[in-house]
Structures are given as structure tokens and as C-alpha cells.
């Protein structure tokens, strides 16, 4: 396939490389040795007020009471549990999983090269070894259709990306595997050299992800510490969507994408040296997975560096 080539204007803004929209979720971060955020604190003797009345009340309602002392119980047991792999980092790194490859496909539906390598992510996307994301950037949209799926953040780090590599175009399709490796235009056996290039390097942050309902807690540990400061991100998608194309370059085509990046969330920056614990409370039915990557420090904004973890939260 003949990729797309943009040139990268210097005038060019990458304040939303990292956006911080939290419409989707709340978040919360806990330090070890650190006080907790007292508005946590505040919430957390709300609930044992709450807790404590309905105890009260369980003299009229038994089975009610019974159900929220579980909660509390197993609510007991999962912080024991973690202040036990948070004493014993060792123990924390043995229960992570490995990380998949992360995939970033930065595609346009105005874009007469990327149906294959949209095609392309579609065929990997069900696989558990990769996290597969396909970013829509906007600056197609004026050949005469407006990709529904743009969005001027994802446009922002692929712009972002390259001025970390040293380059001034960037092009599409394009695939950043790992936030390090660069495949344009790319084909299947290219891509599944990359994939196996990034597997074979040992991951440096170990993250292990408890929880489910759409609460979950996110424990990471560098080991050794980090030389560079992480920015942990949250992404939500959605696993499939069938377009028909109307008008631009690919007119006429019906396209099935798969899962496409609604919002990308910079939710916390961590610096690698010591253990950390996150919390987060995941809203709607979107799939979602956690990122952790090397943030370059530069004029402007953070620059995106080498994926050093990643993780499914649903």
C-alpha cells in the first residue's frame, strides 16, 4: 500500500498528547509512605457513617446487612492483599501478568491507502498477546468526508510522536508498535516481526490489575527504579463499527473497524522509583485498558515514549 505523507507545521500544538478528560471515570492514586487525599479520607468515613447505619438498620433488614458486612469483608481482604504485595515488591512483580504489545494504528477514513491496514488491525485485534488501538486523525476530512471517528487529540500524538523521533511527516496508515517501533504502510509479515521484536524485551514496570464491576486497582513496580517519569493513561474503544463511506477517496466502501479509540485519558504521572497503587472506577460499557509509558520531557508538552506496561481493565 502507498501511504499518505503530512507535513508537520512548527506552529503545531501537542497540549492534547495527553489529554485530561475524566468524563468516563474517576480516578484516584495512593503513594506508600504518602497521605491519601484528605477528599478521600472524607469519603472514606462517609462510607463507614454509611456502614454503621446500615448496621443499625440490619435489625429490621438481616439479609440487607448480611450482604453489605460481605462487602466490607472482601473489601478487608483485597486491601490486605495489597499492602502485603506493597511490603513485598518481589512478591507484586511474581503475580503480574505479561504485558501485550501495544499497537497504535493511526488511520483516516478519507485516507485511499489505510482500508488494508485497517483490515490488517481487524484480523489481530481478538488476539490477548496485543492490545490493538486504531486512532482516526482529522487532517483528511477536508477531501470531502469528515472521518466520524477523528479526533484532533489523536492527531496531536501522532504528531507527537514524530517530533520524539526527530522527523517532520507523518503519514497514514501508520503503526506505532510499543511507542517505539515505526511501520508505514505496513504489511502482515512486517507487522508480525515487530510484534515479536517488542515481546522479546523484558518489560521494566510490572502491573498487576484487581477488581472488575468497573472498579479496579492498578499496582505498579519498577524494578530497577526508573531513570524517566511515566504517564499512566486510560483508553476507552469500542470493539467494532460498520461505516459506509459516501464520499472522498474511498466512496462507496462499507468498512468494518475494529476497536476504534473514542477517548485517550492521561490519568496520573508516575516517576518509577518507588510502588505505587491506583484506583479506578470505570462508567459505560466500553472496553477499556491501562497504559504506562515514558514521557519525554520537551518545551511544549510531554513527549510519548517507549510503552513500558500495559493491561485490560474489562
Avoid at 502482515?188 to 523484558?202: D, R, Y
Wanted: glycine share 8%; hydrophobic share 45%.
Amino acid at each position: 500500500m502507498t501511504p499518505t505523507i503530512i507535513s508537520i507545521s512548527r506552529a503545531a500544538t501537542l497540549s492534547m498528547v495527553f489529554s485530561l478528560a475524566l468524563s468516563s471515570f474517576s480516578f484516584a492514586q495512593v503513594v506508600p509512605g504518602e497521605a491519601a487525599d484528605p477528599g478521600l479520607a472524607g469519603a472514606a468515613g462517609a462510607r463507614i457513617q454509611s456502614f454503621a447505619a446500615t448496621a443499625q438498620n440490619g435489625a429490621t433488614d438481616i439479609a440487607e446487612a448480611a450482604r453489605v458486612g460481605a462487602e466490607a469483608l472482601a473489601g478487608a481482604l483485597a486491601a490486605e492483599t495489597a499492602s502485603v504485595l506493597k511490603a513485598n515488591p518481589a512478591a507484586a512483580a511474581a503475580t503480574a501478568q505479561p504485558s501485550p504489545v501495544v499497537i497504535e494504528l493511526f488511520t483516516s477514513q478519507g485516507c485511499s491507502s489505510c482500508p488494508p491496514a485497517d483490515e490488517l488491525l481487524a484480523q489481530i485485534a481478538p488476539r490477548q498477546d496485543i492490545i490493538a488501538l486504531a486512532l482516526h486523525v482529522d487532517y483528511w476530512d477536508y477531501l470531502g468526508w469528515e472521518d466520524p471517528f477523528a479526533q484532533p487529540a489523536f492527531t496531536a500524538r501522532q504528531k507527537a510522536y514524530a517530533r520524539a523521533a526527530g522527523e517532520r511527516m507523518i503519514y497514514t496508515p501508520q503503526m506505532i508498535i510499543g511507542g517505539s517501533e515505526t511501520l508505514v504502510g505496513p504489511s502482515a509479515e512486517a507487522l508480525e516481526a515487530a510484534i515479536a521484536s517488542q515481546a522479546s524485551v523484558k518489560q521494566p514496570v510490572a502491573m498487576t490489575i484487581s477488581g472488575g464491576g468497573g472498579q479496579y486497582e492498578i499496582e505498579l513496580h519498577a524494578d530497577p527504579p526508573l531513570e524517566q517519569g511515566t504517564i499512566v493513561q486510560i483508553v476507552r474503544y469500542a470493539p467494532q463499527a460498520r461505516v459506509e463511506i459516501l464520499r472522498g477517496e474511498n466512496a462507496g466502501l462499507e468498512m468494518d473497524y475494529a476497536n476504534v479509540v473514542t477517548a485517550w485519558h492521561a490519568v496520573a504521572e508516575w516517576d518509577g522509583r518507588k510502588p505505587t497503587r491506583l484506583t479506578a472506577k470505570i462508567q459505560g460499557e466500553e472496553p477499556a485498558v491501562v497504559i504506562v509509558q515514558s514521557a519525554r520531557p520537551s518545551k511544549s508538552a510531554p513527549l510519548p515514549g517507549t510503552i513500558l506496561a500495559a493491561g485490560r481493565l474489562n
